[in-house]
């Protein structure tokens, strides 16, 4: 039986009954010759490479492209549930199942605004589809009733941690004295340090505390046993940066709910105590310049 | 040759022991520590690499005659992120909390030394059913020591299991504190370090 031989001085094939000594064309001694494979393609060849690694790219392209459409809805739906879940454990409804979340959500949560900074409100818009990142230029609320059967705004925050974002949500009475629940997450804080502010110890520190103190959102987080006022909530020990992010989120977080808040004085949600302008402080008021005393509580005496 | 030869039954069992790719070859380590603070994490991890190191064998040994030289690690990797890619999207789909809890561990599954190891060594040069039972036997011989790891550090660093609390009040009362370094990714080199040397004392040809 005739075998195929390769020459690699001059490149040939030729066929020959066995392992010639030379090659019969170019005179090629036999350490040239080397036989060919007779079964299969050179899978070495650069175009069996290049159409080898198009064909596998295109297919499992097609292949991963189909798999993530088709679990596309189950993913949102998780990922969804996920949130309303962290939205119920700010009004105290903890270690929920997964199957009960949306109607405890629902049951819980009686209207929904999204705020302008201007304190606008967005027509139509539900607060559930503002996404985290965009809090500071919408702000979403959610009117609702705690665990305790009391009426709460909950108050979506986001901040930074040590190693990432965090976020979370803090629910407070509808004039802004007091805190409700809170509830945090973090992206990707230390394990066992950081990540503890997770956790519902942390979290439940914040319930009754008062958020304002002279006008102004006073709730934060400091380090823990340095804690001087009700507003000063002990952080986690070793986890100094990561507390501090959650006391900066709760801090600014909030201060600016509440001046949107204040700036839409006229939309129908119930406010914080705002500083309402004085008429003293006004020119066109009547005891304006008037010597003091002729003020009293802001307003003139006699009016 | 049968479906369990001698052969066979080697590659399937050999990693759960003497081969182990954790404590005897010394492989997938970092994922090891990154996912075995809690006992869930560290099962579905386990698992997700048994069946990944499965099927990407299988795969590569059904198709190993046709894949260029030159480009076959390529090959291998393209074949284990697509595998991997669809189990990080099966689990968010089905199992969102442990997808949570995984994070990105699922994707570093694809640089795990784990699988490159076994496909460049077995799965290139070895039929598709004993490919699949390396692939078994090396997964299942990582998820062994990742539950082993797991189970005590949440036991120890938390006082649970699976989430669910096993060390009585009883004790917390008498002043038992749950050591919080075992949360710490340091403290499973230090476990892993003890199996390994539970494991070299036990077989003495290791050693």
């Known amino acids: 039986m005739a075998k195929k031989f390769i020459c690699s001085q001059c490149g040939q094939t030729f066929e020959a009954a066995s392992m010639p000594d030379k090659c019969p064309i170019c005179g090629a001694d036999a350490s040239h010759i080397s036989p060919v494979k007779s079964k299969g393609i050179n899978t070495n060849g650069n175009v069996y490479t290049i159409c080898y690694a198009a064909v596998m790219v295109v297919l499992v392209a097609f292949l991963l492209a189909y798999v993530s459409s088709a679990l596309k809805p189950a993913q949102d739906a998780n990922v969804a549930i996920d949130k309303k879940k962290q939205i119920l454990a700010s009004l105290n409804v903890r270690g929920i199942a997964k199957s009960d979340v949306e109607a405890k959500y629902n049951e819980l949560i009686q209207e929904t605004y999204v705020l302008t900074p201007d304190g606008q409100e967005i027509e139509g818009a539900d607060a559930f589809d503002v996404e985290t990142k965009e809090i500071g230029e919408k702000f979403p609320i959610y009117l609702a009733k705690t665990a305790e059967g009391e009426d709460a705004y909950v108050l979506p925050l986001k901040g930074r941690g040590l190693w990432g974002g965090l976020w979370g949500y803090v629910a407070v009475t509808l004039d802004f004295e007091k805190v409700l629940g809170a509830y945090f997450d973090h992206e990707s804080e230390t394990a066992g340090l950081g990540a503890l502010i997770k956790e519902e110890k942390f979290q439940s520190q914040f319930i009754d505390r008062p958020v304002m103190a002279d006008g102004k959102v006073a709730l934060t987080v400091v380090k823990k046993g340095s804690s001087e006022a009700e507003t000063q909530i002990d952080g986690v020990t070793g986890a100094t940066l990561t507390s501090k992010g959650v006391g900066e989120m709760v801090l600014t977080g909030i201060q600016q709910y509440v001046d949107a808040f204040c700036k839409g004085i006229d939309n129908a949600l119930a406010q914080p105590q705002c500083e309402a302008e004085k008429c003293c402080d006004k020119p066109e008021c009547a005891c304006a310049g008037q010597e003091a005393g002729a003020c009293q509580e802001g307003n003139c005496g006699e009016e | ?207």
Request: glycine residues 8%; hydrophobic residues 55%; charged residues 10%.
């Open chain 2, 1 to 207: 040759m049968s479906m369990f030869s001698k052969a066979n039954k080697e590659a399937l069992t050999s990693p759960l022991n003497l081969n182990n790719p954790v404590v005897v070859q010394v492989l997938g380590i970092c994922s090891a520590l990154a996912v075995t603070a809690q006992l869930e994490p560290a099962i579905v991890m386990g698992l997700s690499v048994t069946i990944i190191t499965a099927f990407s064998n299988l795969i590569i040994s059904l198709i190993r005659k046709t894949i260029p030289n030159r480009i076959r690690i390529i090959v291998q990797l393209v074949v284990v992120a697509a595998l991997v890619t669809i189990v990080s999207q099966v689990l968010k789909a089905f199992a969102y909390d442990v997808s949570v809890q995984l994070s990105v561990y699922v994707g570093l599954i694809i640089t795990n030394c784990i699988l490159m190891g076994r496909l460049e060594a077995f799965a290139m040069m070895n039929k598709p059913w004993p490919s699949f039972l390396d692939g078994i036997g090396n997964g299942i011989g990582y998820a062994i020591i990742l539950i082993i790891v797991g189970f005590f550090r949440e036991l120890l660093g938390a006082g649970t299991l699976l989430g669910f609390q096993v060390v009585p009040q009883w004790c917390y009362d008498h002043g038992y504190v749950n050591n919080g370094m075992m949360t710490m990714p340091a403290m499973s080199l230090i476990l892993v370090g003890c199996v390994i040397w539970a494991h070299r004392a036990y077989n003495k040809d290791l050693q």
